[in-house]
């Protein structure tokens, strides 16, 4: 088990296996040492958190629909750097894009819910640059989703 990896088992963090991709993309792209990953939706083995936030869905829920993003996101790392997370050098940047209703603007606090789960992850290593975006929708209602840069050693 990765150093990562049992840093996640310390915050009751099991990664699942990496979602397939629903429509003509692949869920990672390596280019060098950086790896372009997809985006991940809020999604888990329940379902996953879906609806509008600031009208269906409240800021606390919207940060974990942003964190379950951010353990999507490390499952799909994992299997970029061939089941070692502890490969990743640095997480370079994440793009948050969020359901909102009209009268949300709270959009970057959500996205710390995947933005803190990096940093809790990897450390300095971790931090990382950012785009939050507020949107009219997502792919099948669901609240949030995040994209990643990151470079592998």
């Not at 894009?97 to 959500?110: D, H, K, M, R, T």
């Amino acid at each position: 088990m990765s150093k990562v990896e049992e840093r996640l088992a310390e915050l009751g963090i099991t990664l699942p296996q990496p979602v397939a991709p629903v429509a003509n993309y692949v869920p990672f792209v390596r280019v060098g040492s950086l790896v372009h990953i997809s985006g991940q939706v809020s999604l888990d083995a329940s379902g996953g958190v879906r609806g509008i936030i600031g009208e269906e869905i409240d800021l606390e829920t919207a940060k974990g629909a942003a964190r379950l993003c951010g353990v999507n996101l490390l499952a799909q790392m994992r299997a970029a750097a061939d089941g070692d997370l502890d490969r990743v050098a640095r997480v370079v940047k994440l793009g948050g894009f969020v359901q909102a209703g009209p009268g949300f603007f709270e959009i970057p606090q959500v996205v710390n819910g995947a933005s803190d789960l990096m940093v809790e992850a990897f450390g300095d290593a971790g931090r990382h640059a950012r785009s939050a975006v507020g949107v009219y929708r997502l792919p099948m209602n669901f609240s949030v989703e995040v994209d990643a840069v990151v470079e592998l050693s």
